[in-house]
């Protein structure tokens, strides 16, 4: 079984600041790990994904995120915010192979980017 | 945009109703999902095709069932709808995962469901 943990509900912070949203995930088997973005009134997009290699994975509209295997951690950060990144963000897990998109996602956080 | 189009967008129905949704893609990818949406959980897999007419369930099937009888259309129905099925439900699509670059889930805009 998988779970995912999205450790802030809700973070607030200004334009041009750095954001870190944080996701702990637990799988008794290796995963392949995602985060998406949701914009209001919207489906789901993907801003990046790990599946092996290079531990820091670089997504879409300058987000980045590292894997941490020993602290089962996928943190989502960006240097500097814009507004139009105000938007629902989404940690997922999924176990790979024919399982690949059956994900397993944590809670949600929304990123709230004030001028 | 993939070509996903979900109807309906918008429903009101009353406890105890059949109610179905339709995901319609155009995009002739062999797998398909429905996703339930709710605040503090994210998104659950209800059910899900690996082609068609092979359906299996995801982890809130309960009160749920699928069909799939072609390769664009995947339809969930509701056969008795409660209030604890109010939610926003996500269709997802995507073909198999072989290697990197493959496999991506395109999910379409939604349906958000009242049940009274």
């Known amino acids: 079984a998988q779970s995912v943990t999205q450790l802030d509900s809700q973070v607030p912070v200004f334009e041009e600041a750095p954001v870190e949203l944080r996701c702990n995930y637990s799988?008794?088997?290796?995963?392949?790990l995602f985060w998406y973005v949701q914009y209001p009134n919207q489906g789901l997009q993907l801003l990046l994904k790990y599946l092996s290699g290079s531990t820091l994975v670089k997504g879409i509209n300058g987000f980045e995120a590292e894997f941490n295997k020993s602290q089962t951690s996928f943190h989502l950060r960006k240097p500097s915010v814009h507004i139009s990144d105000t938007a629902e963000y989404f940690c997922a897990v999924s176990a790979g192979g024919t399982s690949y998109g059956k994900l397993t996602f944590g809670q949600g956080t929304i990123l709230t980017v004030h001028p | 945009d993939a070509g996903i189009t979900q109807s309906p967008r918008h429903k009101v129905t009353e406890t105890g109703t059949p109610v179905t949704l339709r995901c319609h893609q155009t995009?002739?990818?062999?797998?398909m999902y429905w996703y339930r949406q709710d605040p503090g959980h994210g998104l659950r897999l209800i059910h899900y095709?690996?082609?068609?007419?092979?359906?299996d369930k995801g982890e809130v099937s309960d009160g749920y069932s699928v069909s799939r009888s072609k390769t664009e259309d995947f339809l969930l129905t509701l056969e008795s709808a409660t209030s604890s099925q109010t939610s926003v439900y996500f269709c997802?699509?995507?073909?198999?995962?072989?290697?990197?670059?493959?496999?991506?889930?395109?999910f379409g805009e939604g349906s958000r469901l009242t049940v009274l």
């Open positions: 799988s008794s088997v290796s995963v392949y």
């Open positions: 995009e002739n990818h062999r797998y």
């Open positions: 095709s690996y082609g068609v007419k092979d359906t």
């Open positions: 997802a699509i995507s073909e198999p995962f072989r290697r990197e670059g493959t496999g991506e889930l395109f």
